[in-house]
């Protein structure tokens, strides 16, 4: 079990969950990837939008961009990718290729805020906020 130890709280929308999750059900039992756009401030990250990658590549057990062929972007804040086990623990590939400020576990059923976890770069658990709008 992971316990919260980043500093930073992220902020997203429930209509924003609910298209990741719609996402993440569709593709089932593949993993997908999504970027996250957003903007950070002090101890805070409002995430705002997903980005399809460009190229990405969705399997079973992975899921997967050439962040080297993504135009640079500086509002892309993390992303977000499945994990149709249902384990919201980064895998050691995930902090590997950590891309942005924070990652976005959603796992099976792909349902509530029970099937979400949001790290840092060192593997630590994020706070994560969920707003109406």
Do not use: W
Not at 10 to 18: E, F, I, M, N
Not at 73 to 79: M, R
């Amino acid at each position: 079990m992971c316990v919260l130890m980043g500093n930073l709280i992220v902020h997203v929308s429930q209509k924003l969950l609910d298209a990741v999750f719609e996402g993440a059900k569709r593709l089932y039992p593949k993993e997908t990837i999504l970027l996250l756009r957003g903007k950070k401030s002090k101890d805070e990250i409002c995430v705002s939008d997903l980005v399809v990658p460009p190229l990405a590549v969705y399997g079973y057990g992975f899921a997967n961009l050439p962040f080297h062929m993504l135009p640079m972007d500086f509002s892309v804040v993390g992303t977000v990718h499945s994990h149709p086990s249902g384990n919201l623990t980064p895998s050691d590939v995930d902090i590997n290729h950590f891309f942005g400020r924070i990652l976005m576990i959603v796992g099976f059923p792909f349902a509530s805020t029970h099937n979400i976890a949001v790290y840092n770069s060192k593997g630590e658990k994020l706070q994560l906020q969920v707003t109406e709008e």
